[in-house]
């Protein structure tokens, strides 16, 4: 039984929550968080469950934050690499097609999510969830914003030669991407209409595992 430590409404943990119910793992789940927010204040949300820091934890996650996995035995950590490792253990027909070059194209976005895509949108939700209005940002709000609409529209460009990320089916790739199109559409913000991606995260919409882990209220 695959045992999952993490927070249901951290982007990170949701990625391994779908991945899990998109496969269709059973697993047991433990409540566990250590985010923080602007210069080392506790947000709304953040730190409700501790676990993190103690002793147990760091030795199977050096960095004391969340989601970490053990599978029988064996732990892992770095949400990415979780949702990498469940596909190619348990499902890499139905997560990238038993291809190697599809598995390479799905991994190249969730690249992207981690180095292009998650600052911006950290950025986002702390200023516009998280903080207390008096707390809040405007400039840095509006930098992010328009970082996110440059991102999301390179995105696009892609949703417009395929009907997935990696192609025509859908594969891990779209499990990262898929987290923060959620956040992007429900943000009360101001956004361009760009079309292939509403439709691709419309399409994500139907899908059971999406609407349960993903589509959730942003704390």
């Not at 943990?13 to 985010?35: K, M, N, P, Y």
């Not at 050096?62 to 989601?67: S, Y």
């Not at 064996?74 to 190619?88: C, D, G, H, K, Q």
């Not at 890499?92 to 038993?98: H, R, S, T």
Request: hydrophobic content about 40%; some cysteine.
């Amino acid at each position: 039984m695959i045992r999952l430590w993490g927070r249901p409404t951290s982007s990170r943990t949701q990625r391994v929550l779908w991945a899990l119910a998109e496969i269709g793992l059973d697993f047991d789940f433990v409540l566990a968080s250590g985010t923080m927010g602007a210069a080392g204040s506790v947000y709304k949300g953040g730190r409700p469950y501790g676990v993190v820091d103690t002793a147990e934890y760091r030795a199977m996650n050096p960095n004391g934050k969340i989601p970490t996995i053990d599978d029988n035995g064996f732990t892992l950590w770095e949400s990415n690499t979780i949702v990498r490792y469940l596909a190619m253990k348990y499902a890499p027909e139905p997560m990238y097609g038993g291809s190697i070059e599809t598995f390479a194209l799905a991994s190249r976005w969730m690249d992207w999510d981690n180095a292009e895509l998650i600052p911006g949108q950290h950025e986002l939700v702390m200023q516009l969830v998280r903080l207390p209005p008096e707390q809040r940002d405007a400039a840095a709000t509006e930098a992010a914003r328009q970082d996110q609409i440059a991102k999301f529209r390179m995105l696009d460009a892609q949703l417009g030669q395929t009907r997935f990320v990696a192609g025509e089916h859908f594969t891990m790739g779209d499990i990262p991407v898929g987290c923060f199109a959620y956040r992007w559409y429900a943000l009360d913000i101001a956004r361009p209409d760009l079309k292939n991606l509403k439709t691709w995260y419309e399409r994500l919409a139907t899908r059971p595992a999406y609407a349960k882990h993903v589509m959730v209220k942003l704390t």
